[in-house]
């Protein structure tokens, strides 16, 4: 039902409706070029160029609906980031309902009326696809402060042409003055005048006329090969002028009842061939609505099913959402261990192993050995002191002996 909608949508608008995307399409492209998509958008992602009819769904080209649909989300991306609204580009496995009613929020949020559902967008091509890009990629140009403007055409120089008819009208001026002036063969011959002269003159001149019937002494067979020889060059042809008006009119004539004759006959022709359309068409309409009456219950299975398919999918996504940070999470967490494994093997190694202890074990001996020979540097120190105690000490001794020795008696010469 939703189709016979749409066509008689389509009758209403006309019958170019149906190849007025094409045109749009073409806009678009050209629109893209001078936002200069093709380094922005494919290079960017290694893509080819688009076609003239990229976007356009058609039974007569071929494309691949997925790649479609990536190819649309992704210069949509683009041209909103273009008309400066910030819009993260989407992902091949992102969801497609999501990413489709994002782009038509954008979209509103421009101003844009949408008045179809999201789901027309999903097969990546199509009027509705054409649409969204092409109002886009307006906004885009304005943001840019691009406008078409309307082409000014060079004006075309009509000399030439004036100076040909100038030349023509001359040329019939002419022609008609050269006509009023020499006199006709015809006037010539009936002039009255002329004839009175030449039968007063052959009346004054003595009669010149034979005596006897002439007789032709010329084969009659000479006789005809000579004329057969003569007669084309005697024969009158008058040159016709192009640029003759009257010779237009009488062909215009000649084409107008051509047509009129053409007309009459393909008129019933296609009277009856209209007639066999208009019967085939009730027919293949009446057939549609009868399947569409008795396909309607596989028709609800089938969107319940999808729309089931779009649940059990949305499930899917934030499962393996769940599993990927759970993933992420073991990762760090092994990452952990194996840091703690390496540090006990280390601390286990260096408990087991018998090189420390008899690193000890040598520094005790070269302790010992050491303190041994500190000890006797002390023996030697403390046996030179005790020595040089003594001898202080007898020096000592010495001096108070010397200082206790009683002085000389005095003399007599005292």
Known sequence: MADDGRRGDEDDRGPGAAHQVFVV??????????LNY??????????????????????YLAFNTGEQFYMFTIIAAWLINAAGRPFTEPQ??????????????????????VDFPPSKLKSGSGEFVCFVLDRLAEEALKRRGFSFRRPNYPTETTEEESVIEDDAELTLSKVEEEMIEEPDDEENVMDLETLKLRT?????????????????????????????????????TIRTDNKDWRIHVDQM????????????????????????????????????????NQLEHLIQEYRGAQAKLS????????????VTERTRVLAEVSEELEKVKQEMEEKGSSMSDGA???????????????????????????????QAKLK?????????????????AAGPFA
């Open 25 to 34: 399409m073409e806009c678009l492209l050209e629109k893209l070029k001078v």
């Open 38 to 59: 093709e380094e922005e958008v494919l290079a960017k992602h290694n893509m080819k160029n688009l076609s003239r009819h990229y976007f356009v769904s058609s039974p």
């Open 92 to 113: 091949e496995h992102d969801e497609p309902n999501a990413t489709v009613s994002n782009i038509l929020a954008e979209l509103r949020a421009f101003g844009v009326k």
């Open 200 to 236: 007063t003159h052959t009346e004054a001149e003595p009669s010149s006329k034979p005596d006897e019937i002439l007789e032709a002494t010329v084969d009659a067979a000479e006789w005809n090969l000579e004329v057969e020889r003569v007669l084309p060059q005697l024969k009158v």
């Open 253 to 292: 004539h000649q084409h107008r009842d051509g047509i009129k004759s053409s007309l009459k006959e393909a008129k019933s022709y296609l009277d009856k061939l209209q007639e066999d359309i208009g019967k085939t068409l009730e027919k293949v309409s009446s057939r549609e609505k009868y399947i569409n």
């Open 311 to 322: 649940e059990a999918k949305e499930r899917y996504q934030q499962a393996s959402g769940g």
């Open 356 to 386: 420390p202890v008899v690193k000890i074990k040598q520094s005790l001996t070269k302790l010992k050995q050491e303190i041994v020979q500190m000890d006797v540097r002390i023996g030697v120190v403390e046996h030179t002191l005790l």
């Open 392 to 408: 202080e000490k007898s020096n000592m001794t010495r001096d108070m002996h010397a200082t206790n020795i009683p002085e000389p």
